[in-house]
C-alpha cells in the first residue's frame, strides 16, 4: 500500500509463471484509502499482538542493538503495533493512506504519519528494530532495503511478516461438547467450508488480485531473497489459528484489496462479501454447527535479517 513510480514493467516468476507487474506502485495505494475499509482492516484483519504472540517473540529475542526506536512500516491500522509498543521506548507507524492511519489504534508511545515507504524522510541511523507486515509484495523491494538499511542502527534488525489464507476447521466452541461425538459431521463440514473458501479467495476474486499479491500464496519464496542486504538471514513458519464466526469471515473480506476492486468493477453486482457468510452459515447449519464453531488456522512467515554492526 505504498507508493513508488517504476520506470517500467517489470516481471517475476512465480512458480514457473512469469507475472507482470503494474506500472506503478502508487496505483496500489488507491486500494487502501477508503474509510469502510480501513475501519474493516481494524476490525478483522490479524492483530499479530493477540493472534500469534510468538512471532513477537521470535523478533525481540534477535533483536539485540537495543529498544529505543522501533519503526512499522505500511502499518495499516497498527495490527503489530501493540507488541512493539510494550517492547520499545519509541514507536513510529507509517503508512501511504492516511484513511488508514486516522484509523489505526493510539498508543502513548507511538506516532503515526503519512509517508512514503521508500523515502521515509527520517533521520537515518537511529532505528533498532524496522517491521513490515503483509506489504512486502507492494514495495519496490531494492529500493525499500536500501531505505531500511539507511533507518537502522548498525546490528539493527528488519523483520517481514506474512501470512496465507488458511484453512478452516470445524471445532465445537461448547466444551461440554464431545468433539469425537461428532467428529465426522465435522470432517464432513470442513471439507465443504474449505472448498467455499478456496472457491472465494482463488477462484471468485482471482481475477481482481493485483500481480503482486500473488507473492502471498507462496509466503514469499518466491521474493528476492534478503541474503545479499542483510545478514544472519532467518525464515520460519508458525501457525496462527483463530477462532471466528461467518460473519468475521464475511467482514475480513471486506478489508481485502481484491475485494475493493470487485466492488469498483461491479458496483450493482451481489455482494461477494455476504454470499460467502450465507454460503458458510448454511454448511454450519446443515452440519448441526453453529457460526462460532469455526477456526481459521493459518501460516505466518517470519523473514529475520539484520544490518551489518
Not at 484509502?33 to 512471532?55: F, H, L, M
Not at 464466526?245 to 461477494?272: C, F, I, N, R
Amino acid at each position: 500500500m505504498l507508493t513508488y513510480q517504476l520506470s517500467k514493467v517489470i516481471s517475476t516468476s512465480l512458480g514457473g509463471v512469469s507475472v507482470p507487474l503494474q506500472k506503478t506502485f502508487s496505483s496500489y495505494s488507491n486500494l487502501f484509502i477508503k474509510e469502510d475499509q480501513s475501519q474493516a482492516y481494524n476490525e478483522y484483519r490479524p492483530n499479530y499482538g493477540t493472534d500469534c504472540p510468538k512471532v513477537f517473540d521470535r523478533i525481540f529475542s534477535y533483536v539485540n542493538s537495543g529498544n529505543d526506536l522501533a519503526i512499522d512500516v505500511a502499518t495499516g491500522t497498527g495490527q503489530a503495533i501493540s507488541p512493539i509498543a510494550a517492547k520499545f521506548t519509541r514507536v513510529l507507524g507509517l503508512d501511504v493512506s492516511k484513511s488508514q492511519v486516522d484509523n489505526a489504534t493510539p498508543f502513548p508511545n507511538v506516532e503515526y504519519s503519512v509517508r512514503d515507504a521508500h523515502d521515509t524522510q527520517l533521520p537515518g541511523g537511529e532505528a533498532d528494530l524496522v517491521t513490515v507486515a503483509q506489504a512486502m509484495h507492494w514495495l519496490d523491494r531494492p529500493r525499500f532495503y536500501q531505505e531500511v538499511l539507511r533507518l537502522l542502527k548498525p546490528g539493527g534488525t528488519f523483520a517481514v511478516i506474512t501470512y496465507d489464507f488458511g484453512v478452516l476447521q470445524v471445532r465445537p466452541a461448547d466444551q461440554k461438547v464431545d468433539y469425537k461425538a461428532v467428529q465426522v459431521q465435522a470432517d464432513q463440514a470442513e471439507r465443504h467450508l474449505n472448498a467455499l473458501w478456496h472457491e472465494n479467495w482463488h477462484d471468485r476474486m482471482g481475477p481482481y488480485w493485483a500481480a503482486p499479491r500473488k507473492l502471498v500464496d507462496n509466503q514469499y519464496e518466491d521474493m528476492e531473497p534478503l541474503a545479499p542486504y542483510f545478514e544472519d538471514v532467518r525464515r520460519e513458519q508458525l501457525e496462527m489459528p483463530k477462532r471466528v464466526t461467518a460473519e468475521q469471515l464475511e467482514g475480513y473480506m471486506t478489508s481485502w484489496s481484491a475485494y475493493v476492486t470487485h466492488k469498483q468493477k461491479h458496483s450493482v453486482a451481489p455482494d461477494p462479501a455476504l454470499r460467502l457468510k450465507e454460503e458458510l452459515s448454511r454448511v454450519l447449519h446443515n452440519g448441526g454447527f453453529k457460526s462460532q464453531d469455526m477456526i481459521l488456522n493459518q501460516t505466518l512467515t517470519l523473514l529475520l535479517g539484520r544490518k551489518q554492526a
